[in-house]
């Protein structure tokens, strides 16, 4: 007999796996065993986020606030005051509301490793900001589509082995009346599988991180001295480019993170995403070994 939890893991963990047939495999399962609340995020995840407040923090991206200038085309915008600045890092900060498929078409069709979002009824505002009248949009890496495709695969996987351990298996797509009732004690939050952990303390110090389960303990100096030996072997590998580009703006991403003392699960999917591409990329050992490092000090 098949189980079709030991599908949805067996596919979640196959990086070549359509994310959109995943979770249409999952809506299957969680529709059967009744568990309403996961599977309302399955379908924000396939239809788009209607409601803004809905859309989980994994989503959320950082861009870089360009303006038009007519003689240099597409430029960087620098704050005027203190408060702009303010108001610029709100701007900066998106959260993504479309389907994981067009997330997908938009990684798909994006040119020189970034892709653009662009003002219209704000461009008044922000050249009241900048003090330059002109229009303006926000320029983001894609490496953020690929880190929010990866978290919802993980999310699925996760999810799966939760049910897996709780004897829940659905041979043959059927679910006994026993595997529906224990699947109403798997968590249906998606906070659950992703993570909702705050980070408190001085940021020069040793932090102590509130998890759902566990308090974890990470240094920010070993962290900060790690990202540095990265940054150097980075620079120091020959590969393409585009790639290096790439790693190294995920790189500066993740300090940003560490500074704004960010969900430490966010900067583990990061330090992810980053590990893929250097693999990707062909780096070489030793510089995919100190990403592994990195992360093991977030543990």
């Given at each position: 007999?098949?189980?079709?939890?030991?599908?949805?893991?067996?596919?979640?963990?196959?990086?070549?796996?359509?994310?959109?047939?995943?979770?249409?495999?999952?809506?299957?399962?969680?529709?059967?065993?009744?568990?309403?609340?996961?599977?309302?995020?399955?379908?924000?995840?396939?239809?788009?986020?209607?409601?803004?407040?809905?859309?989980?923090?994994?989503?959320?991206?950082?861009?870089?606030?360009?303006?038009?200038?007519?003689?240099?085309?597409?430029?960087?915008?620098?704050?005027?005051?203190?408060?702009?600045?303010?108001?610029?890092?709100?701007?900066?900060?998106?959260?993504?509301?479309?389907?994981?498929?067009?997330?997908?078409?938009?990684?798909?069709?994006?040119?020189?490793?970034?892709?653009?979002?662009?003002?219209?009824?704000?461009?008044?505002?922000?050249?009241?900001?900048?003090?330059?009248?002109?229009?303006?949009?926000?320029?983001?890496?894609?490496?953020?589509?690929?880190?929010?495709?990866?978290?919802?695969?993980?999310?699925i996987l996760e999810w799966?082995?939760?049910?897996?351990?709780?004897?829940?298996?659905?041979?043959?797509?059927?679910?006994?009346?026993?595997?529906?009732?224990?699947?109403?004690?798997?968590?249906?939050?998606?906070?659950?599988?992703?993570?909702?952990?705050?980070?408190?303390?001085?940021?020069?110090?040793?932090?102590?991180?509130?998890?759902?389960?566990?308090?974890?303990?990470?240094?920010?100096?070993?962290?900060?001295?790690?990202?540095?030996?990265?940054?150097?072997?980075?620079?120091?590998?020959?590969?393409?480019?585009?790639?290096?580009e790439s790693a190294?703006?995920?790189?500066?991403?993740?300090?940003?993170?560490?500074?704004?003392?960010?969900?430490?699960?966010?900067?583990?999917?990061?330090?992810?995403?980053?590990?893929?591409?250097?693999?990707?990329?062909?780096?070489?050992?030793?510089?995919?070994?100190?990403?592994?490092?990195?992360?093991?000090?977030?543990?």
């Open positions: 007999m098949n189980s079709i939890i030991l599908e949805l893991e067996s596919q979640a963990i196959n990086p070549n796996c359509d994310i959109v047939t995943l979770l249409r495999k999952a809506h299957v399962i969680a529709s059967k065993l009744n568990l309403n609340e996961f599977d309302t995020w399955i379908m924000w995840e396939l239809n788009g986020y209607t409601n803004y407040d809905d859309v989980p923090e994994y989503r959320e991206i950082y861009g870089e606030l360009e303006g038009w200038n007519p003689s240099l085309g597409w430029i960087s915008v620098i704050p005027i005051s203190e408060k702009a600045a303010v108001t610029q890092n709100k701007f900066c900060t998106q959260r993504l509301h479309q389907s994981i498929s067009e997330l997908i078409e938009l990684y798909n069709n994006s040119k020189d490793n970034h892709f653009v979002i662009s003002f219209t009824n704000a461009s008044d505002y922000l050249s009241k900001c900048t003090n330059f009248s002109t229009k303006y949009r926000l320029r983001f890496s894609t490496h953020f589509l690929k880190s929010i495709v990866e978290k919802v695969r993980n999310c799966a082995l939760k049910l897996e351990k709780k004897g829940i298996l659905g041979e043959n797509m059927i679910f006994n009346d026993n595997e529906k009732e224990n699947a109403t004690a798997i968590p249906q939050t998606i906070n659950n599988y992703y993570g909702s952990n705050i980070i408190n303390g001085d940021i020069s110090e040793s932090e102590l991180v509130n998890g759902n389960e566990n308090n974890v303990t990470f240094n920010n100096t070993e962290i900060h001295d790690t990202i540095k030996e990265i940054k150097t072997a980075i620079e120091s590998e020959q590969i393409d480019n585009q790639y290096k190294l703006e995920i790189l500066s991403d993740i300090n940003s993170k560490i500074i704004k003392k960010s969900n430490p699960t966010v900067i583990e999917s990061f330090f992810s995403t980053l590990k893929t591409l250097l693999t990707t990329a062909s780096a070489t050992n030793g510089t995919i070994l100190l990403v592994q490092k990195a992360i093991g000090l977030l543990k």
